[in-house]
Nanobody, 123 residues
Framework: QVQLVESGGGLVQAGGSLRLSCAASGRTFSSYAMGWFRQAPGKEREFVAAISWSGGNTYYADSVKGRFTISRDNAKNTVYLKMNSLKPEDTAVYYC????????????????WGQGTQVTVSS
């Protein structure tokens, strides 16, 4: 069982930066691949980024590639999403998720989800 708590969201102007954190409970955090997803109002939840259990492999949606960076610190049971050059279309609730297995961008393959943190980018 893994419990996930996101933090770090907020209001930022276009072009600004934020760093989201996702703290995980449980002693087996390092066994899980982690992902970040987002859901904007009226839209379906979508994949943003994922990272393997070791941190050696990362994956990004095309819409955030080059602007967002996913990383993890297994000693702190935490995964991060650094977001640079934010755009109004990045406005959404951001969720972290965990799965036992390889990192991927398929929402249905993730077993554990956090409650989400709101990111709002003003123009």
């Amino acid at each position: 069982q893994v419990q996930l708590v996101e933090s770090g969201g907020g209001l930022v102007q276009a072009g600004g930066s934020l760093r989201l954190s996702c703290a995980a409970s449980g002693r087996t955090f390092s066994s899980y691949a982690m992902g970040w997803f987002r859901q904007a109002p009226g839209k379906e939840r979508e994949f943003v980024a994922a990272i393997s259990w070791s941190g050696g492999n990362t994956y990004y949606a095309d819409s955030v590639k080059g602007r967002f960076t996913i990383s993890r610190d297994n000693a702190k049971n935490t995964v991060y999403l650094k977001m640079n050059s934010l755009k109004p279309e990045d406005t959404a609730v951001y969720y972290c998720a965990a799965r036992f297995g390889r990192a991927m961008g398929v929402i249905s393959e993730y077993d554990y989800w956090g409650q989400g943190t709101q990111v709002t980018v003003s123009s």
